[in-house]
């Protein structure tokens, strides 16, 4: 190797244009990534497994690499709810002991025929269901700006990778901002694409008319370069669409703010100012500025943590003890079902399904899960008609900096709040992209802030223009 | 308001089993929830709108099937108890 691989600010199109040169091979950026991991690992918990073949994957993507393969020798990291054939995967769930991914995720395939290097499966909430990873069932992984801080979740173990320069790249899944609150709280790149861009099969269903798969990065143009590898219409998923190329804007995009929503009650004063700054700088690029108003949005997360739960106790209950997994010995059959999912699925998963069962009992379905869609009309009604006079809604992604290891562990109305901001581009189906935007600074930590953009259907490419000009690449 | 009674029938139907302890936590934990959930209340909906999906037939023509048992060693394989080409279950009845 000629120059040491300066992983700290190397990103997809740099390491593209040093493999295609020849600075460096596959193998040594490879290499450089294991070493990282290896210093860091054991103190972030980023990494629930790295995978023993990377060197030879490494070897075998170097083949592939030229100059219009742009992912051909990427190290990247996976969360753990996606299957990689033949690969240990299991949603950092007990239940999921010893279940080896039978074929691989749609994401992955193609990613895996491009000439990514898969280093390993990234540590994640429990069936991605929480802000911090804390619900893993393999310990909470680090923020890497400050240790003794959450990284964020669910995706937190994948977003650390790239925040800690672990990974070059990461996927993750976002039902409700687990890709763009911990990118957030890691300073980096996160896209949460078009409900159905890219195909959910081979993804671990959580909600799964929210679910989708996106790329955490270093770089705007990283996440384009990940997303334009990934979408597309999939037989293997029906919710899955046809992605269309769209009509450049004419002009510089407009951007909405709910001003009545974004400057609410319990928004640090530092994520506000940030978030002014932001408005400033885009101003200043000749974007125009219009305040929005978006009358049900808070609703939003009421809506979330019903709509959620109910389809968590659907798909989760598949895990029985018969087909996979883990299984405990009760005393009959149903001894058996209600050991192995007792036993099996940590704290949240367990009140989560225990909730969507609740708003699905016949009683309630009405009041709750019923009321809870036809809200979710509404919303989806005032982000149609805010997209007729803005091109971007634009917020703070969360509402303060990562909070300090085990400080909302006991307090889950207060970890559903993280999302206050995220949930509702799930709900709408909408793309959204978390963007680093400042920092605060406590002690002698910079912590990072994030703003949100949220673009209308299959409008990532306006998100990515305005991401571009906002960081300056 | 949850009650613990609540709690138990939920665990039975969620086929959970829980401690008196993790019942208790439940049970003051997702009485908040409700609490906050609650809020969809206030909202004026009118008649709620039948949940719809815009796909339709979204099953694949039934032909061209694959080669018959071309997964079955592949799935079962990863099943914790299994009586040759069977999954293994107690008894039901």
């Not at chain 1, 051909?72 to 969360?79: D, L, R």
């Not at chain 1, 994401?107 to 991605?128: H, P, S, T, W, Y």
């Not at chain 1, 805010?386 to 900096?401: G, K, L």
């Not at chain 2, 999906?53 to 592949?74: A, I, Q, W």
Request: proline share 4%.
């Amino acid at each position: 190797m000629s120059t040491k691989i300066d992983l700290a600010t190397l990103t997809i199109e740099k390491a593209h244009a040093h493999l295609v040169a020849g600075d460096f091979t596959a193998r040594e950026l490879a290499q450089a990534y294991l070493d990282e991991i290896t210093k860091k690992n054991k103190e972030l918990n980023v990494y629930l497994e790295v995978f023993d073949d990377v060197l030879a994957q490494a070897d075998r993507a170097q083949k592939l690499i030229s100059k219009d393969n742009l992912l051909a020798g990427i190290p990247m990291a996976f969360k753990d709810n996606m299957l990689i054939e033949g690969r240990r995967v299991q949603s950092a769930s007990k239940i999921l002991d010893g279940y080896i991914a039978p074929y691989d995720a749609t994401a992955i395939q193609k990613l895996r025929d491009a000439g990514v290097v898969f280093l390993g499966r990234a540590n994640m909430d429990e069936f991605a269901m929480g802000a911090s990873t804390e619900n893993s069932a393999f310990g909470v992984t680090h923020n890497p700006h400050d240790t003794s801080r959450v990284a964020g979740g669910s995706s937190g173990g994948s977003v650390a990778a790239v925040g800690g320069s672990l990974a070059l790249a990461a996927l993750g899944s976002d039902t409700g901002g687990s890709i763009r609150q911990p990118s957030a709280y890691c300073g980096v790149v996160g896209l949460k694409p078009t409900y159905g861009s890219i195909s959910r099969h081979g993804l671990m269903a959580m909600g799964s008319s929210l679910d989708i798969i996106g790329p955490i990065t270093k770089s705007v143009r990283d996440a384009e370069i990940l997303f334009d590898a990934m979408r597309g219409r999939d037989r293997y998923d029906s919710t899955s669409i046809e992605y269309g190329t769209q009509k450049p804007l004419k002009k510089k995009p407009v951007i909405g703010v709910p001003w009545h929503f974004v400057d609410g009650d319990g928004i640090a004063p530092e994520i506000i100012s940030t978030f002014k700054a932001a408005l400033k700088k885009f101003e200043k690029a000749g974007y125009e500025i219009k305040e929005i108003k978006l009358p049900n949005i808070e609703y939003s997360l009421a809506v979330y943590y019903i709509i959620v739960p109910a389809e968590v106790s659907t798909n989760l209950s598949r895990f029985d003890g018969v087909k996979y997994g883990l299984h405990v010995e009760g005393p009959n059959l149903l001894g058996d079902y209600l050991a192995t999912r007792g036993q099996g699925f940590g704290p949240e998963v367990r009140r989560r399904i225990m909730l969507g069962t609740y708003v699905l009992s016949s009683g309630y379905y009405d009041a709750y899960y019923n009321k809870a869609n036809t809200v979710r009309e509404l919303l989806k009604d005032d982000f149609k008609k805010a997209f007729e006079s803005v091109d971007i809604i634009m917020t703070p992604t969360t509402a303060d900096v990562a909070f300090e290891i085990g400080k909302k562990a006991s307090d889950p109305l207060a970890m559903y709040l993280e999302d206050i901001f995220t949930v509702t581009a799930n709900l709408v189906g909408i793309p959204a992209l978390s963007i680093p935007a400042g920092t605060k600074k406590i002690g002698d930590k910079e912590l990072p802030i994030g703003i949100q953009l949220m673009a209308n259907h299959e409008r990532e490419d306006i998100l990515f223009t305005a991401g571009k000009d906002f960081v300056g690449e | 308001m949850i009650t613990l009674q609540d709690i138990e029938k939920l665990a039975t139907l969620s086929r959970l089993s829980l401690t008196a302890a993790e019942k208790e936590k439940y049970r003051g934990e997702i009485d908040s929830i409700v609490g906050y959930i609650d809020m969809l209340k206030k909202v004026s909906t009118g008649k709620p709108a039948p949940v719809m999906s815009r796909n339709k037939n979204v099953l694949r023509e039934d032909v061209n099937p694959h080669e018959p048992g071309m997964y079955t060693e592949k799935l079962l394989k990863l099943a914790p108890k299994r009586d040759g080409q069977y999954l293994k279950v107690k008894k039901i009845l």
